[in-house]
């Protein structure tokens, strides 16, 4: 597709479970990165891909948090042990490269009950 | 605490009119400004950035206006239209060795133009 693409668009899970995030981003980006953004706030970073690694991911909020980019295009994000305070839209944003604008993804909509 | 503030969260604005959203941030080390507009069920859009070597940079209706010393910025749209009703959010980066990948977002300001 023409743009970055997350699936899902919608995931409800039980408090507890966990839960894996997709993002395919543009083709041929080569940054790749992940927002969380809770109501009411603005997006919050998460973690920042170049390549297949990740080159910033202090945004990670513990270890229940974990992302994975293994041939530098798909990536996805996990979540263990789901909280109710995870509940939240995930964004993703892919780059030509750093220093370039970001495009982002309609988001995935998680939500902890 | 919050980096980069938008103490408006709501504005309303005849169509034609100017839209002024303000901006303020606290970290002296960020150089680099960006605008992202959001409809509903949307990822941001990139609108207009800035760099800290400037003080005011236009694109077509938009323009984004830096005041470092007050660590203050601010976005024009003139004139305002229908399709600018979004959500508008003020971001700004460390221009580092990895450019700006790490966006500090404020909390966005719902701006609506009335017809």
């Known amino acids: 597709g023409a743009g970055v693409s997350q699936t899902p668009s919608n995931k409800v899970t039980e408090k507890g479970k966990y839960v894996e995030l997709r993002c395919d981003p543009i083709?041929?980006?080569?940054?790749l990165y992940w927002y969380r953004q809770s109501l009411g706030q603005g997006p919050e970073f998460l973690i920042y891909f170049q390549g297949t690694g990740a080159a910033d991911d202090s945004g990670l909020p513990n270890d229940r948090f974990f992302a994975v980019r293994p041939e530098g295009s798909v990536s996805t994000l996990k979540i263990q042990r789901t909280e109710r305070g995870d509940s939240a839209v995930y964004l993703c944003a892919s780059s030509l490269a750093p220093n370039t604008e970001a495009f982002f993804g309609q988001g995935t909509r998680l939500t902890v009950v | 605490d919050q980096q980069v503030k938008q103490n408006s969260p709501s504005l309303s604005v005849q169509e034609g009119r100017i839209s002024i959203l303000n901006c303020d941030y606290t970290?002296?080390?960020?150089?680099?400004f960006l605008w992202y507009k959001k409809y509903p069920a949307e990822g941001p859009t990139f609108l207009i950035s800035i760099s800290s070597i400037k003080d005011k940079n236009e694109d077509g209706r938009f323009t984004v206006f830096l005041n470092k010393s007050a660590k203050h910025l601010s976005l024009h749209i003139v004139p305002s239209q229908p399709g600018d009703s979004a959500v508008y959010f003020c971001a700004a980066s460390e221009t580092g060795n990895f450019g700006n990948e790490k966006l500090t977002f404020g909390t966005g300001t719902r701006l609506t133009i009335i017809p």
């Open positions: 970290n002296s080390m960020f150089d680099y």
């Open positions: 083709s041929g980006h080569t940054a």
